[in-house]
């Protein structure tokens, strides 16, 4: 098993007498990406400012590469953050911000000016050592803040929000950026987002976090394609929820009618609801659909068509497809099984993984199906 880089043990912290974590815990691998996934005021900054130590925790245990680190304060943790403001310093050049931490340390001046050099190449800056702040962009802010970051040689890097000042293309632009860093380096990256699709381009495994508690962890693909509840579904990504009810196993109702889906272990005629991605639903004729649907309205997205149709019963269905479908239309949907995911209601992420452990290799070969 591969050794946690951190690891919060019922971890408590309090505001104001509000609770805004209660008993935590998890585990973090070290080399990893890590992202920490929620709305604002959900408690993922606060996570992020534990590990760091820039605040206490009312109780449990929080360790860094085995050690108690739950007193410490941040200069004794092996741990730098880059926040979302960057907090450079405006009066300094380039090479001096980048050094500063180093220079507090008494470290001396050909080894901080060698180091320097080492971390502007990492993030690509050779040759700005003389700049002042003032003549750089955000973005070639943003990586003197991680140069000055990663100097320090840390075992996890925190990352507060750090793209969130930058407009769409160099967003884009540091996300790749970012993502091949970590990789290069093999520390412990722990990213804090509110944007969804930035945690899946950029992350190992996300944790996504709902008012101080971890809701679901797992792979991208593992949120994006198997959430755990609507919460999750409805966060992260553009969704279609339905109620549902659990007919039997790998059969589902709604809609009106039924229709086959992956999904076992769950108590015949349960209430459920079932989440569809947009971009699985294909648009058919309505002879051939099985939900016959009205278009009222669509929005060309630059990469697909944004269809907003409804049933019969008023159900509004949102698909994404590279077809138009002229408004006021009637067309028919084709759900392939593998669309369709049920999710239970108050269902616990242990036991919603372990349903789909369970069940895992049937539906592997059932796939083969389809």
Request: proline share 4%; with cysteine; hydrophobic share 40%.
């Amino acid at each position: 098993m591969t050794e946690a880089m951190i690891k919060f043990d019922n971890v408590t912290k309090v505001f104001d007498e509000s609770v805004v974590l209660d008993q935590l815990s998890f585990e973090i691998e070290k080399g990893k990406f890590y992202t920490l996934l929620g709305p604002s005021g959900c408690g993922k900054t606060t996570i992020l400012q534990l590990i760091a130590g820039f605040l206490e925790s009312d109780g449990g245990v929080i360790t860094l590469n085995g050690a108690n680190v739950t007193d410490l304060p941040p200069d004794k943790r092996k741990v730098n953050t880059v926040f979302q403001d960057y907090a450079l310093f405006p009066h300094m050049t380039v090479a001096e911000n980048v050094g500063f931490g180093l220079s507090i340390k008494k470290v001396a001046k050909g080894e901080i000016a060698k180091r320097v050099k080492e971390a502007l190449k990492m993030v690509r800056l050779t040759g700005y050592e003389d700049r002042h702040i003032q003549e750089m962009s955000g973005g070639q802010r943003q990586r003197v803040a991680i140069a000055r970051a990663i100097i320090n040689e840390p075992e996890v890097l925190l990352l507060d929000e750090p793209l969130s000042a930058l407009d769409l293309k160099l967003r884009t632009e540091m996300q790749y950026e970012l993502r091949d860093l970590q990789q290069r380096l093999g520390i412990t990256f722990v990213f804090v987002t509110h944007d969804q699709e930035e945690a899946l381009a950029m992350s190992d495994d996300i944790f996504v976090i709902s008012n101080g508690k971890i809701v679901q962890r797992g792979t991208p693909l593992d949120i994006y394609d198997e959430p755990i509840n609507h919460f999750v579904a409805d966060f992260v990504g553009e969704s279609n929820i339905m109620k549902a009810t659990m007919i039997k196993d790998y059969r589902v109702s709604f809609a009106g009618r039924e229709f086959e889906c992956f999904d076992a272990g769950i108590p015949a005629n349960e209430e459920v609801e079932i989440v569809i991605r947009p971009e699985d639903i294909e648009i058919t004729s309505k002879e051939l659909g099985q939900v016959v649907v009205k278009i009222d309205s669509q929005l060309f997205r630059g990469v697909h068509y944004e269809i907003s149709c409804y049933d019969e019963n008023q159900q509004e269905w949102i698909i994404h497809s590279t077809q138009q479908a002229p408004v006021g239309e009637q067309v028919g949907l084709i759900i392939p099984p593998q669309a369709i995911h049920v999710m239970r209601y108050n269902e616990t992420e242990e036991a919603f993984y372990h349903r789909l452990d369970k069940y895992a290799k049937e539906d592997d070969s059932r796939d083969e199906d389809f």
